[in-house]
C-alpha cells in the first residue's frame, strides 16, 4: 500500500467516525491550541550535498477533532546514497493517541501504532513527546542505516 492510499484510509475512518462524535481524542480538558507557520522569505536553490553523510528525522502531532496523529519521517545521505522512510507502509509511520472507539476501529492498519513499544495503548497521561521519540526511533531501526 502506499502512503497516499494509507493516509485516505485513515482519513476515511476518521471522518466517519466524527459524523457521529465531535470528540475523537482521549478524555483532556488541556486543549491546546497551536500558533500558525510563516515563512520569512522563498527557499533558495543549493548544491546538492552529496561529499558527505547525514541523517534527518522528523516528527509531528496533527490533532484532528481531538485525536493526536504523531508523523515519523526519516532522512539519510551517506556519500550519494539516499535513505527515505517512510517509502511504504510496510513500516509504522502513525502513531495516534485517540479514544478506544478510534483506536479499535484503526488498531489493524498496519501502518499505525495504538501502542507503545510495551504494548501499552497511549493514553491522555502518556507525553507527547515520548510518542513522538519511539516514532522516530522506529524509523532509525528500519531504516537499515549501517
Not at 490533532?63 to 509504522?92: C, E, K, Q, W
Request: a negative charge.
Amino acid at each position: 500500500m502506499g502512503i497516499e492510499d494509507a493516509l485516505r484510509d485513515l482519513i476515511l475512518i476518521l471522518s466517519k467516525l466524527s459524523k457521529d462524535k465531535k470528540f475523537l481524542g482521549v478524555k483532556t480538558s488541556n486543549i491546546e491550541e497551536s500558533n500558525p507557520v510563516f515563512f520569512e522569505e522563498n527557499f533558495t536553490p543549493c548544491d546538492p550535498l552529496s561529499d558527505f553523510g547525514y541523517l534527518d528525522s522528523s516528527s509531528r502531532v496533527i490533532s484532528i477533532r481531538g485525536a493526536n496523529l504523531y508523523f515519523a519521517s526519516l532522512y539519510a545521505n551517506d556519500s550519494g546514497s539516499h535513505i527515505m522512510v517512510p517509502l511504504n507502509t510496510s513500516v509504522p509511520f502513525i502513531a495516534i493517541k485517540a479514544s478506544e472507539d478510534v483506536t479499535s476501529a484503526i488498531q489493524n492498519l498496519g501502518f499505525i501504532k495504538v501502542q507503545n513499544p510495551n504494548g501499552e495503548p497511549y493514553s491522555l497521561d502518556y507525553k507527547d513527546d515520548n510518542i513522538l521519540d519511539e516514532m522516530r526511533m522506529r524509523s532509525l531501526s528500519a531504516s537499515s542505516i549501517p
